[in-house]
């Protein structure tokens, strides 16, 4: 049983940071491609950001795009979302997630076969 566990949340100002980490002892999670999606109360969730199992490909919703970052290491199986210039919509739960995804569904959750518990994030105006 693959697990995984987000952490990092918490409650921040609008304009300030946080990093999430999400780490498993899943010893192929270096070989999946890893996601961040973020789920708002009354709202569905969605993609925020994913990065290739290799690394070398980063993907990130328009919404977040050049205020958050994804990252991974591979040494202690985690991976990171910096979240910079945050805003009060950024407010929501915030889940990690891994599979072997087809190139083009990274931002498609249903393609994603393991999930963390999420993780509250909190943005005050």
């Given at each position: 049983?693959?697990?995984?566990?987000?952490?990092?949340?918490?409650?921040?100002?609008?304009?300030?940071?946080?990093?999430?980490?999400?780490?498993?002892?899943?010893?192929?999670?270096?070989?999946?491609?890893?996601?961040?999606?973020r789920?708002?109360?009354?709202?569905e969730?969605e993609?925020?950001?994913?990065?290739?199992?290799?690394?070398?490909?980063?993907?990130?919703?328009?919404?977040?795009?050049?205020?958050?970052?994804?990252?991974?290491?591979?040494?202690?199986?985690?991976?990171?979302?910096?979240?910079?210039?945050?805003?009060?919509?950024?407010?929501?739960?915030?889940?990690?997630?891994?599979?072997?995804?087809?190139?083009?569904?990274?931002?498609?959750?249903?393609?994603?076969?393991?999930?963390?518990?999420?993780?509250?994030?909190?943005?005050?105006?």
């Open positions: 049983q693959v697990q995984l566990v987000e952490s990092g949340g918490g409650l921040v100002q609008a304009g300030g940071s946080l990093r999430l980490s999400c780490a498993t002892s899943d010893p192929t999670f270096s070989t999946k491609t890893k996601a961040w999606f789920q708002a109360p009354g709202n969730r993609f925020v950001s994913a990065i290739s199992a290799s690394g070398d490909t980063t993907y990130y919703a328009d919404s977040v795009k050049g205020r958050f970052t994804i990252t991974r290491d591979d040494v202690k199986n985690t991976v990171y979302l910096q979240m910079n210039s945050l805003k009060p919509e950024d407010t929501a739960v915030y889940y990690c997630a891994a599979g072997y995804i087809s190139k083009n569904n990274y931002d498609m959750e249903d393609e994603y076969d393991y999930w963390g518990q999420g993780t509250q994030v909190t943005v005050s105006a």
